[in-house]
């Protein structure tokens, strides 16, 4: 990126966020959280460690079949596709 002040750039993401698409802005949301502090140490939530703990447990016992890889590749790629991208 040029020499673009901040004010430039608050501007730009405010304009962008006001007309981004639901999936857009939920993205750019999980970015930014995503580089929170708190989440680099996860593993002391723990109400996400027991959801985890439930979800994988549900997989091993076969209560949930879960979705192969290939599968979740191609809805990850017809979604991309579908958006333009």
């Known amino acids: 990126m040029k020499n673009i002040d901040t004010v430039t750039i608050k501007h ?50 076969g209560k949930d079949k879960g979705v192969p890889w290939e599968e979740v590749k191609k809805r990850l790629l017809n979604k991309y596709i579908k958006n333009g991208q």
């Open 12 to 61: 730009e993401l405010h304009d962008y966020i006001d007309n981004a698409s639901d999936e857009r802005l939920e993205e750019v949301y999980v970015m930014i959280k995503g580089n929170n502090a708190e989440t680099d140490k996860w593993w002391e939530d723990k109400e996400l460690v027991a959801e985890l703990e439930r979800r994988s447990a549900d997989l091993k016992s």
